[in-house]
């Protein structure tokens, strides 16, 4: 039996390769992704071998992690839990496909991930599975095996003579990728307890940012992010920069009480600095090129994309279908918006666009010829018709006072 | 003819006065409603009658204002445009049925107001006199008069030899009361343009505001506001006393691009301190109490609550629907929030309830005997039943494929 | 051990008391409850004692599930998979209620069920348990022993003793109720076969249904049904009136491929006579008496609600908030729908209601004092000036040709 | 000045002409559209001359009109008012659209139609000039003349020495094109009166229908209907064929109590056929091979589609993301179904595809080896999850009682 199994280098996936060996008599193929997490992917190779792996892939999906998954998401404004902007979550289903793909190209019968039984990742990577592999196995050791902690993680590996890089200070569970680094566990358990400045990987504290605010321009292209400051650059290098801007301020952290998929309410502290910027400039030149009706329809299914994102549920055809609609909803979110970032906030602070469907000339409370204000008198009546009808039926007497009303009104109209 | 005028004793209404009784030969009595808005009231009293006003009503609403109208609001976490807390949407109405039972008590045929035909206002007074009072004439004299600027207004008071509190400087359009103040107008029509800091009346600008950050303490029953560090207070107390926290620590500004009722894309600034940190607070509340679903349908409703605000629909069955479904929904919420103030932002670093639904045995990662990791076996597979149809349907032999596949993932669960 | 099992004297429930028994050392409680299914209860007891139960207990939940159960689902407009009206979904958190009320008394530990591991049903008697009863134990049998089949079933009974009333020839799976009777299973599993004559139970064919159409008329008060004919009567007697007139007319008939909740599509037919009218009869008073708001909010809840109901959510805040949201409502659904049955169909002819909100000088094409055609323009103008706004834009030169344009047809308006 | 006059050859049309020379002194140009209406059109030729208009333009555009109003209607399951599948709503749009396509051709300045000021359809025509040809002006004749009654109409006809084909008894007003007629007016005013059988134009009534059903197998492609019976035929002849079949047997009768756009409510009668057929054949096929979700989705849209094409926001961003999500749920939707047609009754009896997402396999309860019982039990303990937290949370010294419960049904499962 041939196994591919998503590999960290990690203690769970580092034991987790002498278990397949063992427990399934499986050869092992480690693949590793590399989605812009700030670690050295070379060591891992070694590492690997280590373990007993027969060979380590290592993927570099930075572009289409981007081009594909964050930016789909940012444009559908997909908030779950109204705070976390899905950095893992929108990892998972890249991942999970290269697997099946490095499956597919060495003949592999299985698929392994070292997801606990308790989080949202298992369900991410194994619906992925299911869509794209249907008839590959799949193996989650987590939901098999009989180790409950770490201390009989490490138990395992010494009694087979591999040596694991232990933090013992260690005390929170974190992800990274290009557009977040999350943080779980330890004191964040106790919803009461506010998180310590040292639990942060990314940004500086907001008392620690700079005293002067600093402006960057966003510049994006049918809803896409385009350019920094004026200067084109592709999707990678954008967030890059975005999240060393971003951190230099303390701008991006969420700390959020969520639901996971399996049922339970868990807590979550995130930092994504370019991507709580590009979240609010889009949504600020959506307000400036979108119709009211566009917008709403655009917020009342961001929620609904976050949801598919968040329970892994991203290769379906529901999750393309919201992609066409939101295609089509931003064909005029061209412009440019000045985000101020200051002490932790990012903030708008100007917008510009081609397309901008704000007009002066009819906004202005000043004189324009572009109004007509009688014309709000029609409006108002018919708006309000229906309010009207049924306040006359709550009314004694209410249709004869009414009729004559509105005859009264109407000769007024008319003069 | 005996009319009702909404007096606000700015230079609109201070003219209306004279032209109602010119042109509609009607006695004038106006009403003017205390909601918070800083400034004397009493000295109205003199200008109505330099006006020519038979007599001046001034109402305090202030209590009503607040648990009535902000209140509900903000338990429905209703926000316009993404950003706007509808400071000024919860007075019309209120403000509207006051002119209502005023005169019905002193027998009026009319009621007038002094809002342009390019706005909201007249929408929303026009929508609550048309609900409460559908026997009432309406009379809106900037939709009818050739009044088109201000200095059409006061060239109109100098020949009737009123005099008029002119602020040449005045560029803002303003709304002020408990909840929030607003600004439209002048520079902001521009929507590239950043607000100057002159503008802003409440708040600091968050540069300006301390380098310490404060901490407050938001207790809800019920979701209803009941407490600030500890202690009870009602709710007018409790809004000024966060304003003024708030407004320290420069929380609460938004810069929002609009739709009206009316049609057009407008631009407004608010500030909200006091509603800011109570929505945030009520969300972390929410997030620690209500199940997933009951928060989704909540923020799916939220948006159709603003929206009935905004236009003016506040006396409708709809309204009143969802308002008792909030009130199911926020059953349990009911605990304390602890809320940081820093340069502009507020966040909350702690929150805990005796309704909490958070189980720290469920959610940790460490070893815990309330859940079993197995089950999310079972699960995953169900979750996924659909996900895994449509790819055997779409893979060649899928069929064969996976009932095989299906065959031995459970006899290997049932291990 | 001390168990409580819902019985129902069929097959499966027969042989559950004997391997609980042997399983669980356990005390086996009966409990069956009359929703109105057309068997004689009272031959039960002998039944159960037969299997070895110490007690039968016969819960007569008639009322109980009309007023509770039926009523609130017909109010929310409730329909799951576009036709199945519910009959089986709202029985089983009452009959579920009842089983953990009848373990309360008699201090039982544990609550058994006869569901299989496939339906939908374990999830709703589960549900509830786990809503009312967290302490109490669940048993489900079937997704613990290795019986497999009916032969299977009929083994274990004979090897005991047990003579069960096996009718060999057998096709449907069925479950019955005042609301419904459904069916399931046999020929109905391949959706290409049309389901025969004969497996209809209460229904007649449309061909055989009298070549006379009747009607009747529905009284409605607040959303409830309180009268047939003119006749006011109680819920139960209602609907059996009711159903007994559907069924002459062979109405109610429902052929519906559903997804469960456990992830499979399945296929139920189902015959809801009463239901079907009254949905029907209840759209149409509405749609008189509602506003066009109120109905688009109570169409988006509803599949909601049925959602809910579906999957044996119903012990939860989100239901309760969603039926008083229905109350609110439906306060002026208040009125009499005549209603024609013909041939397998039924539909509304006439409705009355003294809270209508039509209004024929309203709607009349005829001269009506209470419109002015002229009150369109303005409304036509603001209602579409977002899309004018947008043309203006795409349009080159546009800006000038429409200021213009729009200048010029003011000055018609206003002539 | 010249006008493009949207004409009908009807009595308002025709008076139009002069009205518009006479007061506008204008040249007038008459477009008739050929929507599938069933009456000569070349007559009109001789008609329009005599009222006065240079020229008549007609326009076939029924195959446009199938293919790109009324299939993406269907496709989107658009309903208005819960039973109105808008055969007049979607033919204003590609009516409006020509006109703008004639009066570009021939350099006209003007647009006029003859719809009333109490109508929906004023402003269809009218937002479609809006978003297509905002330079140009609009005249409605009905919103600016004295006429008022169909005696004022006459009578100015006969001043002018216009004959009229005035058919005096006439008493509904009807719209009539190949997706439906439309009746309106007269005894239809009033609610509580049964539409007279004579009324209708298409349909037999189900009284008189045949007393044999009848079947026919429709085809669709990715939601399209591509065949009637095994035959392939285009649009046009696929609905014509449909409506005779479904007129035959008294098939799509619809009696609606609809809100028009302009605020008041209004009744109409209609009849469609085939669109009655094809929506619910389409959502057989859509049960059949959509998942639960995507249905869900289509549901949600669906009366926002029906919203928008009411209203006459046909050419809008918001309609064209409606439609292309549309296009992605239904690429699975390729199938036949199987209708009967029997007095007034359409139903599915028999529905079959290659793409259907229906596993026997996985619904039987019957024994099969795809399915393991064993895993809904992980399924319901993690779907149930937030239910026993939150009654865990209200139980008297729940959480004990529930851990130590869940321990032991682990134990049980991990048997």
Chains 1, 2, 3, 4 share one sequence.
């Not at 018709?385 to 005859?407: I, K, S």
């Amino acid at each position: 039996m041939k196994v591919v199994l998503g590999y960290s280098g990690g203690l769970d996936t580092s034991i987790i390769v002498p278990w397949l060996r063992e427990n399934y008599d499986a050869e092992v193929v480690c693949m590793a992704a590399d989605v812009g997490q700030r670690e050295d992917l070379s060591r891992l190779h070694d590492k690997a071998a280590r373990s007993g792996a027969s060979e380590l892939v290592v993927e570099d999906v930075r572009a289409e992690f981007v081009e594909r998954f964050a930016w789909p998401t940012l444009r559908a404004g997909a908030v779950y839990s109204r705070r976390y902007l899905l950095g893992t979550s929108i990892a998972r289903p890249l991942i999970a496909k290269r697997q099946v793909e490095v499956a597919r190209r060495i003949g592999a019968d299985a698929l392994a991930h070292g997801c606990t039984g308790k989080g949202n990742d298992q369900v991410r990577f194994e619906l992925t599975f299911a869509a794209l592999a249907p008839d590959l196995r799949v193996i989650a050791p987590w939901r098999e095996w009989d180790i409950r902690s770490r201390e009989d993680v490490l138990a395992y590996a010494s009694e087979r003579g591999i040596t694991l890089d232990v933090d013992p200070t260690r005390l929170y569970s974190r992800d990274e990728n290009l557009w977040h680094i999350s943080h779980e566990g330890g004191p964040l358990e106790d919803p009461a307890c506010e998180p310590e400045e040292s639990m942060f990987k990314w940004t500086v504290a907001p008392e620690a940012a700079p005293d002067e605010a600093e402006s960057v321009d966003v510049a994006f292209e049918r809803g896409t992010p385009v350019a920094l400051g004026g200067t084109r650059m592709d999707g990678v290098a954008l967030v890059e920069k975005l999240n060393a801007l971003g951190s230099r301020h303390g701008v991006g952290r969420a700390d959020v009480i969520e639901d996971r998929v399996v049922g339970m309410k868990s807590r979550g502290v995130y930092e994504t600095p370019a991507g709580t910027i590009l979240y609010a400039a889009l949504r600020e030149l959506e307000s400036l090129t979108l119709d009211r009706r566009s917008i709403a329809l655009k917020d009342e299914l961001a929620p609904r994309y976050a949801d598919l994102v968040y329970e892994g549920r991203w290769w379906t055809p529901e999750r393309e279908a919201l992609e066409a609609l939101v295609g089509e909803l931003l064909r005029d979110a061209t412009g440019v918006v000045r985000m101020k970032l200051y002490k932790g906030s990012a903030w708008a602070v100007s917008r510009e666009s081609e397309r901008s469907l704000y007009r002066e000339d009819l906004a202005t409370f000043g004189e324009s010829a572009s109004y007509d204000h009688a014309d709000a008198l029609g409006f108002i009546k018919l708006f309000g018709l229906p309010m009207r009808a049924a306040a006359a039926r709550d009314t004694r007497e209410g249709d004869r006072v009414v009729a004559e009303l509105l005859r009264e009104v109407d000769r007024t109209a008319t003069r």
